[in-house]
């Protein structure tokens, strides 16, 4: 069964804090990564996604990934309370066509 | 750019009753559409992808004659819930994946409430 895990937290920053938030995955096939957010009763948004070793950088947001431990990563710097949210991480594997995704971390920002 | 829009957000039916749900990419054409579903407190599950013009590849465990996908065009895919029971009230989110990206974009979910 190929997986994609996270903690499920709550990870509590304060404001203005950077916020870290990991996940590894088991399908040393998947080849693109996506970090979504999802508000309470909401569907999921694309924060970002990487498919290559190393940073990408979009505003606030850093996606960090390393193929050799299977593990992505998204920093959240300057926390804002509206950030506070589940973030789900998701691997894509063109093999299957089919994207897999974590259980989410759920993140407060406390102002 | 990039907008899937999901009708109804929110239905309530009886037990026993079908209801449809339906998932349109507006502003790019959708090669494949994929069906999920969320309980409370949990994460996506992934029911079935769809691609225009073929039958719909469902996942382990999900009822093909309960969950009806068809996907007519390259811009629209609906879900039937068959027979719906108050086990099958849940949050059912579409995506849409065009053709030249990895990314999928999701619909805002439709809410459904089984009595």
């Known amino acids: 069964q190929k997986e994609v895990e996270q903690n499920s937290g709550p990870l509590s920053v304060p404001e203005g804090a950077i916020a870290s938030l990991n996940c590894t995955y088991s399908d040393r096939g998947s080849q693109s990564f996506f970090w979504y957010r999802q508000y309470s009763g909401k569907s999921p948004e694309l924060i970002m996604f990487i498919y290559s070793n190393g940073d990408k950088e979009d505003g606030r947001f850093t996606a960090q990934l390393n193929k050799a431990s299977q593990y992505v990563s998204l920093l959240i710097r300057d926390s804002q309370p509206s950030d506070s949210a589940t973030y789900l991480c998701a691997s894509y594997t063109s093999g299957t066509y089919k994207y897999i995704f974590g259980t989410g971390t759920r993140l407060k920002v406390l102002a | 750019g990039a907008v899937v829009s999901q009708h109804p957000s929110r239905v309530i039916c009886k037990s026993g009753t079908s209801v449809k749900i339906e998932c349109r990419s507006l502003?790019?054409?959708?090669?494949?559409m994929f069906w999920y579903r969320q309980f409370p407190k949990q994460s996506l599950m992934l029911m079935a992808t769809s691609n225009e013009g073929s039958k719909a590849t469902y996942e382990q465990g999900v009822e093909k004659d309960k969950f009806l996908i068809n996907h007519a065009s390259l811009t629209l895919s609906t879900l039937t819930v068959t027979s719906a029971h108050p086990e099958d009230s849940s949050f059912y989110i579409c995506s849409a994946r065009p053709r030249t990206d990895y990314e999928q974009y999701f619909g805002p979910g439709t809410r459904l409430t089984v009595t």
């Open positions: 502003d790019f054409q959708a090669t494949t």
